[in-house]
């Protein structure tokens, strides 16, 4: 085995360490935030008032895998790129990804859906600011974070009803 080819395999076991890396650290936030969420959802969140047209658990589940999967993809787009084009970005994206584990301890731990609204405004923008700044460094990462944005837009509105009605 030549020194390039041994360099191309070093380098595909880079981008795949690299991948399964980034999906277990968004995998480990949902963790932790699936992990407080259920604390409440068997007492405290069916007790609430919601409007008809809140999706139930499963889907609910469902839908957050997918877009950790694609989040995970988003950030490892990001992280092969030229280092100094990255570190923002993926600084901008590690911390939307504590304040989306913030609106877990908030809405659930805290059980507060009104403080809970305040920091999903924030993490909307955050998600918004990871979103441009993954645009500028692959427009593929950009858009593998929009679904993720639209879906806290939706979760946003449903928080807001939430505090509202109850």
């Known amino acids: ?3 390039e080819t041994t360099y191309k395999s070093m380098n595909k076991l880079r981008q795949v360490v690299g991948l399964v890396v980034s999906l277990l650290i968004v995998f480990g ?18 007790s609430l008032n919601k409007p008809s047209w809140t ?7 469902t839908i957050w895998t997918i877009l950790y999967i694609l989040m995970g993809i988003a950030a490892w787009i990001v992280w092969r790129s030229a280092s ?6 993926l600084a901008i994206y590690a911390i939307q990804l504590l304040l989306n584990l913030g609106w877990s301890v908030l809405f659930f731990g ?3 859906s009104g403080l809970a609204l305040i920091e999903i405004g924030v993490l909307w923008l955050a998600i918004l600011a990871t979103s441009v700044a993954f645009w ?3 427009k593929l990462a950009g858009v593998l974070m929009a679904p993720y944005l639209s ?7 449903l928080n807001a009803l939430i505090w509202n009605m109850n």
């Open 84 to 89: 100094e084009r990255r570190q923002l970005p």
């Open 55 to 61: 999706p139930t658990g499963a889907a609910i589940g």
């Open 1 to 3: 085995m030549d020194h």
């Open 110 to 112: 805290l059980r507060s």
């Open 136 to 138: 500028k460094v692959s």
């Open 29 to 46: 936030i949902a963790a932790l935030g699936g992990f407080l969420t259920n604390l409440s959802v068997s007492s405290w969140y069916p």
């Open 151 to 157: 879906w806290v837009t939706f979760a946003g509105v």
